[in-house]
């Protein structure tokens, strides 16, 4: 049971690392303004966070936090940059699932709503 706890401590640790690099103060506050994007096959993923100065983080999921991320000034910026992304690795359009929007919604007008969220 030490064992479990202890490398579950290592992990939970790495992702508080990974938040304070963002600005938050712990993971489970990062993670309450990060939003899902799109899936990357086999079993990662593109995100994307508000930070606490309102300028958004984007990031992917794969190998081990800290987990390397790019800065844009505003949402725009971030999903023009993702979407490009999506499309230059041809990814199938079902991976592209943007999180805090209705379904159909416009997700390059405004900012994912965290009412909306998949939790």
């Known amino acids: 049971m030490k064992i479990k706890k202890f490398f579950r401590g290592l992990i939970f640790n790495k992702y508080d690392e990974f938040a304070s690099e963002m600005g938050f103060q712990d993971w489970k506050t990062a993670y309450d303004n990060t939003f899902f994007i799109f899936r990357i096959p086999e079993d990662a993923q593109w995100n994307a966070t508000e ?49 805090g929007f209705e379904p159909g919604e416009n997700v390059f007008i405004k900012p994912p709503n965290n009412y909306k969220k998949d939790d």
């Open 51 to 99: 930070l606490p100065n309102r300028s958004w983080a984007v990031w992917n999921d794969e190998g081990q936090p800290p987990y390397p991320f790019q800065v844009f000034t505003t949402w725009e910026e971030a999903i023009i940059f993702l979407r490009n992304l999506f499309e230059q690795e041809n990814y199938e359009d079902h991976y592209w699932e943007p999180e």
